[in-house]
């Protein structure tokens, strides 16, 4: 594709824009079970205002922008009176739940004092933004085992823990199965070792402290609890943000400090950076402050209702038809295995009848992210669930099919080449 040698008028570019999401997942229809977090129109549709009225300041300077302070600090000030409250904290905001975890991780590494401590101990389950972290960071990573439950053991995690270990890092829930890992157990083991603990609540810091108008107790999974040091909540999932906005909070100044890229030798003046991101848009900040002041407690709570009776009921429907939730998820977010019809087989389906559903291998099993707007088609979806494993049961689609987060191959397993070449067709026209 070459530039035009003449700019296109604004009616052809919106023409281009509709044809380029021709074939995207139809998520405002509910058709997707994941990657898009949304909602109630009123409230998308002030969020995405906020968003484009402050797209294009920079929110590498503050002091040029003193917006961008006023939402940042804002937006952590209000997380944290919900997931820490009564303990101090000292918050960034970042560009989602990766670059929290890489900066969480230059944290613990760049501690003074933790020189010698170059590994982190973690579940099987944690998010792969911890070993893309280590790989950056020059760490290393210490996996643990999960049992039938999706939760690993915490004298399996203990055991792993030695003086080089620099953090152990936790989910509340992982992503895999919904489930909260221990984190109060680990959390009270480690206190006076000087390893630190993380907890990834990515999808959970926002909706897991609101469960109780659910009629579920919240467990506790942030800073106020003893042991844990730092907590990572993304604000374009349960926050019903913009995508990339997440508040990373720690425990201690000296860890903020660790966490911090600072630089007084160029010759264009001092540079300091809280990410690793250098020049961004305030807009996120401006979406995640208007999304929460919008809301308030009792507009999450309210959602968090709405969803938990949505999610209630996908997996009383998909166990009717012969699938097993794994574990004891306490959000709308969880695994659903098949001890019958090749989960593969379900969800090429269910694609043909116009869902979008991430599978997962370790079982092989469907990946389900509930959001406000499954409400109006939860029976649709489960009607179309019982088609797709009767059609599954006499279909000739193999069980190893490959499966991964966000990406599906059809017809054989995934490994690191045909992920590699799946990225290259990201960026090559018309791949």
């Excluded at 079970?33 to 906020?50: G, I, K, M």
């Excluded at 998010?127 to 004298?155: C, M, N, Q, R, T």
């Excluded at 794994?326 to 969800?347: D, E, H, L």
């Excluded at 959001?371 to 649709?380: C, L, T």
Aim: aromatic letters at 8%; hydrophobic letters at 45%; a negative charge.
């Amino acid at each position: 594709m070459q530039l035009p040698d003449s700019g296109l008028d604004p009616e052809a570019i919106r023409q281009s824009w509709r044809a380029a999401t021709s074939d995207d997942v139809d998520w405002r229809g509910g058709r997707g079970w994941s990657l898009v977090y949304d909602s109630p129109d009123w409230h998308q549709d002030l969020v995405d205002e906020a968003s484009a009225l402050f797209a294009h300041e920079n929110a590498l300077s503050a002091s040029a922008f003193p917006s961008v302070q006023q939402f940042e600090s804002e937006a952590i000030s209000m997380v944290a009176s919900v997931i820490a409250p009564g303990v101090d904290a000292y918050g960034v905001f970042t560009s989602g739940g990766t670059e929290s975890i890489m900066v969480a991780m230059k944290g613990y590494r760049d501690l003074p004092g933790n020189a010698s401590r170059r590994r982190l101990v973690m579940p099987v389950t944690a998010h792969p933004g911890f070993w893309k972290a280590a790989d950056y960071l020059g760490l290393s990573v210490e996996l643990v085992p999960v049992g039938i439950d999706g939760l690993p053991s915490v004298s399996d995690i203990l055991a792993a823990v030695d003086e080089s270990t620099a953090a152990v890092c936790l989910s509340a829930p992982c992503f895999p199965y919904g489930v909260v890992d221990p984190v109060e157990e680990v959390g009270a083991a480690l206190q006076g070792t000087g390893v630190g603990l993380h907890v990834d609540a990515a999808m959970g810091g926002l909706f897991l402290p609101f469960l109780d108008a659910a009629g579920t107790t919240p467990p506790k999974f942030s800073i106020d609890v003893p042991g844990v040091t730092s907590v990572s909540v993304d604000m374009h999932k349960y926050g019903y943000g913009m995508k990339g906005g997440s508040v990373l909070l720690f425990s201690s100044r000296e860890l903020r400090h660790a966490s911090y890229y600072v630089s007084n030798d160029w010759p264009g003046g001092a540079y300091a950076a809280s990410g690793v991101l250098g020049t961004r848009p305030v807009g996120p900040a401006a979406a995640a402050w208007t999304a929460l002041s919008a809301l308030g407690r009792d507009g999450y709570s309210q959602l968090v209702a709405d969803v938990m009776t949505t999610a209630r009921k996908l997996q009383r429907g998909l166990e009717r038809n012969g699938l097993e939730v794994i574990g004891a998820p306490p959000m709308g977010v969880f695994a659903a295995a098949s001890s019958g019809p090749a989960i593969p087989a379900i969800a090429g389906a269910l694609g043909e009848r116009g869902w979008w559903i991430d599978t997962q291998e370790v079982p092989p099993s469907l990946h389900v992210v509930t959001f406000p707007r499954h409400a109006e088609v939860a029976d649709e979806f489960l009607d179309d669930v019982a088609w797709a494993v009767g059609r599954a049961a006499s279909a000739d689609t193999p069980a190893e099919a490959g499966m991964s987060y966000g990406v599906m191959v059809r017809g054989g397993r995934i490994d690191d080449q045909v992920l590699r070449e799946h990225l290259d067709e990201r960026f090559t026209v018309g791949g």
